[in-house]
């Protein structure tokens, strides 16, 4: 159990501690890293190579926003095994859909309700 | 206070400060791990006290950390965090969430149809249309292969 927390720990750790060589060794905006993360999920994932970093790190691989990305193309071939040609456009979405929801929904009402700090 | 999409990502250039490199990846390593692990503990929380399935446990599990990196950005408190994490704020899920919360709060001013809804996607829209083509691209390869090698995959 504890094993399981400190694998989380230092996989989610050194994705993020990667990625903050990508913003100061390069000009890259906080938006391109997380697209650009991604993508790379969606690349690793096809090519089953996250479930490697998912199996050592739990949450910690799962949490990053790679494993957006990989979640987005185990969908999709998960979606084409099931439903066939369609499955190509079904299975990322559907597979996501919770996530992709509640950001829309809790991202609306959380803004709606609160109000930005003043910029002094 | 108007924002074009680059200078909201200037804006967010400005929470993650320059300085030594390698202080500032301890701290995204510290607060990135330690983010992580609130989701191992939800992840453990679903699987062994609600009994659900493994994938059922993620998608739990994402929507609660996308519900609290939303909360703590209306809180005003994501943001003093992400001053000292850089990427360890911004990598995580809630950091997806935060960039979708802060600038929908920043442009409710600006009404609840252009401003609210439509700039929560500044960031969220590129990370989806990308993301989403990206997946729909690797399966139209996948779909290929495996009519070329007759579904042995």
């Known amino acids: 159990m504890f094993m399981q927390y400190l694998n989380a720990f230092w996989v989610g750790g050194l994705i993020c501690a990667l990625a903050q060589i990508l913003i100061d060794k390069t000009k890259i905006t906080p938006a391109r890293i997380l697209t650009l993360l991604v993508v790379l999920g969606v690349v690793l994932g096809g090519l089953g190579l996250y479930d490697y970093v998912e199996k050592i790190g739990g949450a910690g ?3 990053p926003i790679i494993g957006f ?52 | 206070m108007k ?5 909201y990502s200037k804006y967010l250039d400005k929470k993650v400060p320059k300085s030594p490199l390698l202080k500032n990846m301890l701290f995204a390593f510290l607060i990135g791990g330690a ?20 994938e059922a446990v993620k998608t739990a599990t994402s929507i609660t950390m996308i519900f609290l ?14 001053k000292y994490a850089g990427a360890g704020t911004l990598v995580p899920i809630t950091g997806f969430a935060n960039s979708i919360v802060s600038p929908a709060m920043e442009f409710k ?11 929560m996607f500044t960031i969220a829209g590129p990370v989806l249309v990308y993301g989403i083509s990206a ?12 009519a070329v090698v007759g579904g042995g995959m």
Request: with cysteine.
């Open chain 2, 69 to 82: 990196g939303a909360l703590f950005t209306g809180l005003n408190l994501y943001d003093d965090l992400a």
């Open chain 2, 3 to 7: 924002y074009t999409n680059e200078e």
């Open chain 2, 109 to 119: 001013r600006e009404g609840y149809i252009l401003g609210l809804a439509a700039k």
């Open chain 2, 135 to 146: 997946s729909i691209a690797v399966g139209f390869l996948y779909y290929i292969a495996m």
């Open chain 1, 61 to 63: 691989a799962t949490v």
């Open chain 1, 69 to 120: 990305g990989n979640s987005l193309a185990k969908g999709v071939i998960k979606g084409i095994k099931e439903d066939g040609f369609l499955g190509i456009f079904t299975g990322g979405t559907a597979a996501t859909a919770g996530g992709i929801a509640a950001s829309i929904f809790f991202g609306c009402i959380i803004a709606a309700v609160f109000t930005p700090k003043e910029k002094g």
């Open chain 2, 35 to 54: 983010i992580c692990c609130v989701g191992q503990g939800f992840s453990d929380f679903y699987k062994t006290v609600l009994g659900l399935e493994t």
